[in-house]
């Protein structure tokens, strides 16, 4: 499955829509994806978060569930 299948266009959100959102829904409903560097990530990183840097995205693809949400940051 191509990447762009995982995801689907939405306008930009602004972080407080996002906070929202995550407030408003249970983890096991939206995928939240963290395409930061591992060092990054390990700084710091939103709790759930997966990390898939984006250089990864396209052959770790399939650990993404399609049919959920995906917030990637």
């Known amino acids: 499955m191509p990447i762009a299948d995982y995801f689907k266009p939405i306008e930009a959100w602004s972080a407080d829509q996002v906070r929202r959102f995550l407030r ?3 983890p096991e ?13 390990e700084r710091g990183h939103l709790p759930g978060s997966r990390l898939i840097p984006m250089a990864e995205l396209e052959t770790r693809a399939g650990e993404i569930d399609p ?7």
């Open 24 to 26: 408003e829904h249970s």
């Open 29 to 41: 409903e939206y995928n939240l994806v963290d395409v930061r560097q591992p060092a990054e990530y």
């Open 67 to 73: 049919s959920r949400p995906t917030i990637a940051y």
